[in-house]
């Protein structure tokens, strides 16, 4: 996993670490699902997931991560991909789960949080609007959005994307 922001790691002493990582677009199973795997793949930006992984400084029993994200409430139904793909808005749902580790690949840190990253995610993810559509209000928003209220960066995944010189 990749900093990809310069003096990072003496900023973390005492801190949440905050990190943005991207998987692959949950799919119907079949082509679709091929398709956004190959994309993952073959790196193509447009075609990810972005999420944001918060690593506790004071980890809890099994120094466990939290992982933030937003996606449509059922991302592999072909009418969600339906409508999405047409445009429109479709119910999301923000998900924190836990993690036992960070992801090895496509997982860059993105800086620390002064406060409890976690208090803090739990109430930015109050306020999110959970309607989700495409290019307007999703993944990429909401990656930013916290990412911006845990570390006070801005736009990170622009950021990320002209460094990582992604398609």
């Known amino acids: 996993m990749a900093s990809v922001f310069a003096n990072s790691a003496a900023a973390t002493r005492g801190r949440d670490e905050v990190y943005v990582a991207a998987?692959?677009?949950r799919a119907t199973k079949g082509p679709a699902q091929l398709l956004m795997s190959s994309a993952?793949?073959?790196n193509v930006w447009d075609l990810q997931h972005f999420m944001v992984i918060i690593k506790?400084?004071?980890?809890p029993p099994h120094s466990q991560?939290?992982?933030?994200d937003f996606q449509p409430k059922d991302p592999e139904n072909i009418y969600t991909a339906l409508e999405v793909l047409s445009g429109r808005s479709v119910p999301g749902s923000v998900l924190v789960r836990k993690l036992?580790?960070?992801?090895r690949n496509k997982c860059w840190f993105v800086g620390s949080s002064k406060l409890d990253a976690v208090d803090v995610a739990i109430n930015f993810n109050k306020s999110w609007e959970t309607h989700l559509r495409i290019g307007q209000h999703d993944c990429r928003d909401y990656t930013n959005g916290l990412v911006e209220r845990l570390t006070g960066r801005k736009l990170v995944l622009e950021h990320l994307r002209s460094v990582a010189g992604q398609s």
């Open 40 to 42: 993952y793949t073959l």
């Open 56 to 59: 506790p400084f004071s980890p």
């Open 100 to 103: 036992t580790k960070l992801p």
């Open 65 to 68: 991560v939290f992982v933030c």
């Open 23 to 25: 998987v692959p677009l």
